[in-house]
């Protein structure tokens, strides 16, 4: 027999948990509260990105993203000596940055210690000497409460830059509103990032019913808010988010 939640015979637990999943959580914490705290201290200009998109209950994030300047025996020496570090190997070198391999020590750090115990998905994670910024995807707002409490019990400070619930994955993840995903898809659709362009944005307007100067400025946003949630994480712009497109 199907199990059921909230009462509603016609909803599965798995169905109720999908939905519940769909809450985004934004935040920063200090560098020396995750791992690589020493690294980052001793090599101040790198900028690090977890890969990981799967539940924290599983592989702890098995690869890093390095970016830098491209002088990474630095990194790599106080990497061997990184308490958070068993073993740290580079995996590829890409234009502007390289890959990792990392297996992690066990030592006590207590934000990964707190992603391990709960049912969260890290969705992005980069650090800096200065600070962490992660944003997870949680089963619900208890989970927070959960998290902000145990900051307080362990004195971490804790900055939420955003929590928003995703009524569309495609859309909320990246910040963009519905009106600004209809119009890159439409000038996917038709041809107006090819070179030569096949459609002016004139004819992108009409398209979806505006003008071509609403649909230059739609445009304009909607490629602000793609790019910033997805080549970079922190607060995000925002732009045209609780806005009426026109």
């Not at 004139?202 to 019913?209: N, P, S």
């Amino acid at each position: 027999m199907v199990a059921t939640n909230g009462g509603d015979p016609g909803r599965t637990d798995t169905e109720a948990t999908n939905d519940r999943s769909r809450l985004i959580v934004e935040f920063t914490v200090p560098a020396d509260t995750f791992v690589l705290a020493q690294t980052l201290q001793a090599v101040p200009d790198i900028i690090v990105e977890l890969e990981q998109f799967v539940p924290t209950s599983g592989d702890e994030f098995p690869y890093l993203w390095v970016t830098d300047n491209g002088n990474y025996t630095t990194i790599e020496e106080h990497a061997a000596d990184d308490p958070t570090i068993a073993t740290f190997s580079r995996a590829a070198d890409l234009n502007g940055g390289a890959l990792y391999e990392v297996e992690w020590a066990d030592t006590e750090t207590p934000i990964l210690e707190w992603l391990q115990a709960h049912d969260v998905v890290v969705l992005e994670a980069e650090g800096n000497d200065d600070e962490w910024t992660f944003k997870l995807r949680v089963t619900s707002r208890t989970v927070l409460r959960d998290l902000q409490t145990y900051c307080d019990d362990h004195d971490i400070p804790f900055e939420l830059i955003r929590l928003y619930e995703l009524t569309d994955p495609k859309i909320g993840q990246y910040n963009i509103t519905s009106k600004q995903r209809e119009i890159l898809l439409a000038a996917l659709e038709q041809g107006y990032f090819e070179i030569p362009r096949e459609t002016r944005l004139k004819e992108l307007g009409d398209a979806v019913g505006i003008t071509k100067r609403a649909a230059s400025e739609r445009l304009r946003r909607a490629h602000t808010n793609l790019v910033s949630n997805t080549l970079r994480i922190g607060q995000p712009t925002g732009v045209g988010i609780g806005e009426d497109d026109t």
